[in-house]
């Protein structure tokens, strides 16, 4: 344990206090922070300063963020509590509107609404005053949305606003989601009673062993085999709160038995390639994806799809995809690289599987269109392409996997590119 010298804090400790409560909001927020870090984040501002808001930020951060997820958490958090008053007061009332006032039209970014969560911790604006109603008629309007169920909201909420208790009520949902395969055909024949095919081979064996006479006609029927899956999840920082629950996911299709499914094999990208298989066949969900994240050292950094997808294609492909393999790729496709690089390696991804689907968070919005040219450029050579941001959409995965001519939202978004 370690032994703290006596610590000099002002008769009034305003910055030690408010430190504290700022360490309680992250706690609340889901950051593991004890009373340990609060004192040495308090002596580390202590030995910086309090001049410069920069050391001030950074100083906090190297306190209590120990996990490359949680950063995103740190700051809404650091922005909510020490930068923007007014911007805690928006996310109070977009989470507990007011029957009076109109609300700023704007949806949180991610980790907002966990911010702002934490740090109200259940406190929420007064309730208007009562007024005088003589000869006046209030009017209430009533949104008539909120009153479906809380289980029907959360299966179409999008993943990046989802507060801390809707996360760990998705992540429960997903546990029970199954992602189960058809069979596939093989060339392979095997023995039955009745099939449709004569086994002439078997029945020339047999007749071998009777001295060349036929005494029955061997029948066979076609062997089938289950494909691979194999997930290319993508863990930039613009994909962070959507890869954490996919990989919740795909960890729950990888031990649930009974799917079909012959190996599932789980890739990350963002700057480099990591294959985190062996993490995901560990039962303990938590353990598996904390393992996952440990490996994966480009948490919430750049992307280079186009790099990454060389890797695989280069080092992978020939190991994982055969059995008729089918490819989830989950990416936003925001690729900054070579466009033509990016579809040479896509069009060689979707040569050498059975099929290649895209799920893309950014198609939740209605008026998306291919204009980024990462995109575009991977856009042409997929079979599928389909949203990926809300509970609904992994559940719409096993109608899409069992139809091998369901193409999504590809064909409108490639005649709007022909067409522009």
Request: glycine share 8%.
């Amino acid at each position: 344990m370690a032994d703290y010298a006596e610590l000099d804090l002002p008769e009034n400790p305003r910055l030690a206090g408010n430190i504290t409560h700022f360490a309680r909001a992250l706690r609340r927020a889901g950051l593991p922070i004890g009373p340990g870090r609060v004192i040495d984040a308090i002596r580390a501002v202590q030995a910086v300063g309090f001049t410069d808001r920069a050391d001030f930020y950074w100083t906090l951060q190297a306190c209590f963020v120990s996990r490359p997820e949680h950063r995103a958490v740190f700051g809404q958090v650091f922005r909510l509590y020490w930068r923007d008053p007014r911007y805690l007061e928006h996310m109070m009332a977009m989470m507990l509107p007011a029957i009076r006032g109109v609300q700023e039209d704007r949806h949180a970014k991610a980790a907002e609404k966990r911010a702002a969560e934490a740090l109200l911790d259940g406190q929420g604006p007064e309730p208007p005053a009562p007024q005088d109603s003589a000869g006046e008629e209030i009017t209430l309007d009533i949104d008539a949305s909120l009153t479906m169920s809380a289980q029907e909201r959360l299966r179409t909420l999008d993943f990046e606003q989802m507060s801390t208790e809707e996360v760990a009520a998705a992540k429960r949902m997903l546990e029970r989601l199954a992602l189960p395969v058809d069979p596939l055909p093989s060339r392979r024949m095997m023995g039955v009673a009745n099939g449709p095919r004569v086994d002439v081979r078997r029945t020339l064996a047999q007749a071998m062993r009777r001295g060349g006479n036929i005494h029955r006609i061997a029948r066979a029927t076609p062997r089938t085999r289950w494909p691979n899956l194999v997930v290319l999840c993508d863990i930039s920082g613009s994909m962070s709160q959507y890869s954490r629950l996919v990989l919740h996911f795909l960890h729950a299709v990888t031990n649930r038995q009974g799917q079909g499914w012959a190996q599932v094999h789980g890739f990350t990208f963002g700057t480099r390639l990591t294959n985190i298989t062996r993490h995901l066949a560990t039962r303990d969900v938590d353990a598996a994806l904390a393992a996952a994240g440990a490996e994966a050292q480009d948490w919430e950094g750049g992307t280079r799809i186009g790099d990454c997808l060389h890797t695989f294609n280069r080092d992978w492909s020939r190991r994982v995809l055969g059995q008729g393999a089918i490819v989830l790729l989950i990416t936003d496709g925001l690729d900054r690289g070579d466009p033509k690089a990016l579809a040479d390696e896509t069009r060689r991804l979707a040569l050498s599987s059975r099929r290649l689907i895209w799920l893309n968070p950014l198609l939740r919005w209605d008026g998306f269109a291919a204009r980024a040219q990462g995109i575009a450029a991977m856009l042409p050579h997929v079979d599928s392409f389909r949203a990926g941001h809300s509970i609904a959409s992994l559940e719409d995965l096993a109608r899409v996997v069992s139809t091998p001519g369901d193409s999504g939202e590809k064909p409108r978004l490639l005649a709007q590119l022909q067409a522009g």
